[in-house]
């Protein structure tokens, strides 16, 4: 299998991935599955931070640089041929492979060190209506529980939005709105298809006979059936009334801004914003000591001033 056969589809969780996936597997030519997470198990050795061990991960990266210098092993290519060989089963009978992950947002540079030849497809989102779908989706109750998605959440947007800015000019990345592909379907997928070098003809949008992205990992929205999917996402809708999130929402809109929205993906805020005490809240619960980034943030140094101490943070969750 060549890399030019690779096509990734890289966003925040819950921005739209499995219904892109879905619409660009629906053809003779792409094969896909839910979301197989491949990299993220074997990119380490490239980015080592990406793994929590009980030895010392960044101890044992040295010493395995020191061996492959050594012997003057070309280890990115080694193991760029590894991971060929497990895309392989998916490729047989079809010209391309698509790799849904979202996450791979974390290693979207190595993707590019790795598969210079691939094509890449980053999907934006409005963050503030992706922590919204995370609620939904994953039936949130509490700041507790919504501090898994942590990295998602501060991190995702600045580093996609920091990485499509550096590649502007490569042609083997594509960038597209969700917003857009579900207002514009038709055109924005015939676009996308012309891209990719698929043949277009309008019964790809008719999705509903298109298996190949369902699993584990997928969205379980349409993952289920359809009546489950309605009935889902609409008793759901119960947990963006809780005050904690609506509280939430408002100081992560205003950590994000308007300037940062506008430029992500020309997003704009609806009315003025403030922090508010339990983003302040979050901020601190998520330990982000060792995140330069947010760490320097007003809100980070505010919540840590005034939430400690930790019971303190659990009362107000």
Request: glycine content about 4%; aromatic content about 14%.
């Amino acid at each position: 299998m060549k890399e030019e056969s690779l096509i990734f589809i890289i966003s925040q969780p819950r921005a739209g991935s499995t219904y892109l996936q879905n619409l660009l597997s629906n053809n003779s030519e792409a094969n896909t599955c839910s979301e197989p997470w491949l990299l993220l198990n074997f990119v380490n050795q490239i980015k080592p931070e990406l793994i929590k061990a009980p030895f010392d991960n960044s101890l044992a990266h040295n010493a395995f640089k020191d061996y492959i210098d050594k012997y003057k092993i070309d280890f990115n290519l080694k193991q760029k041929q590894f991971l060929l060989s497990l895309y392989k089963p998916v490729s047989e009978g079809f010209t391309f492979v698509i790799d849904k992950t979202p996450r791979y947002w974390e290693i979207l540079n190595e993707i590019i060190l790795l598969f210079p030849k691939s094509k890449i497809i980053i999907l934006k989102r409005n963050p503030i209506d992706v922590v919204k779908s995370i609620i939904k989706t994953w039936e949130v109750e509490t700041l507790e529980r919504l501090n898994y998605y942590k990295r998602d959440l501060f991190l995702a947007p600045k580093k996609i939005h920091s990485f499509c800015e550096m590649n502007k000019n490569n042609d083997n990345i594509f960038v597209i709105r969700y917003e857009d592909l579900v207002q514009d379907t038709s055109n924005k997928v015939e676009v996308l298809y012309n891209w990719l070098g698929i043949g277009f003809h309008d019964a790809v949008l008719d999705v509903s006979k298109n298996h190949k992205f369902k699993g584990k990992y997928g969205d379980p929205y349409q993952n289920a059936e359809v009546d489950e999917m309605i009935n889902r996402k609409i008793g759901n809708e119960k947990y963006l009334e809780n005050e904690i999130f609506i509280d939430f929402l408002k100081g992560y809109a205003h950590y994000l801004g308007n300037d940062f929205l506008f430029d992500y993906g020309n997003y704009q805020l609806k009315s003025k914003t403030k922090t508010s005490r339990k983003f302040k809240a979050f901020m601190y619960l998520g330990d982000y000591e060792n995140i330069d980034s947010i760490k320097n943030s007003r809100e980070f140094k505010i919540g840590k001033l005034i939430l400690k101490p930790i019971r303190f943070v659990k009362n107000i969750l």
